[in-house]
């Protein structure tokens, strides 16, 4: 059983900065790909950044620069830093891993973190 659990989120001025942590349990390894995603209110959730062990971690291109994703494996806890946030960034953080057995692949989601980000 996989388990995850957003923290962090919240009412942040335009410019400011948050910090979202994921607590992690269950069977998720090193080896496990995780990823933070964000859905805006109204459209699709979207990937922000993955991380896969061994591999450059991947952003999307609307907060590379801004955004920063790292993991904890110590603490099992994944880690999204927010920068230089704006409006736009407003919506639903979710923690996200995933998981492959026998060949089928199993996505985890956790309950999301609200952030809001006034102008």
């Known amino acids: 059983q996989v388990q995850l659990m957003e923290s962090g989120g919240g009412l942040v001025q335009n410019g400011g900065s948050l910090r979202l942590s994921c607590a992690y349990s269950?069977?998720?390894?090193?080896?496990?790909?995780m990823a933070w995603y964000f859905q805006a209110p109204g459209k699709q959730r979207e990937v922000v950044a993955r991380?896969?062990?061994?591999?450059?971690?991947d952003y999307a291109d609307s907060v590379k620069g801004r955004f920063t994703a790292s993991r904890d494996n110590a603490k099992s806890t994944l880690y999204l830093q927010m920068g230089s946030l704006k409006p736009e960034d407003t919506g639903v953080y979710y923690c996200?891993?995933?998981?492959?057995?026998?060949?089928?692949?199993?996505?985890?989601w956790g309950e999301g973190a609200m952030v809001t980000v006034s102008s």
């Open positions: 991380i896969a062990p061994g591999r450059a971690t």
């Open positions: 996200h891993a995933e998981l492959t057995s026998s060949g089928t692949l199993m996505e985890y």
């Open positions: 269950g069977n998720i390894f090193d080896s496990t790909v």
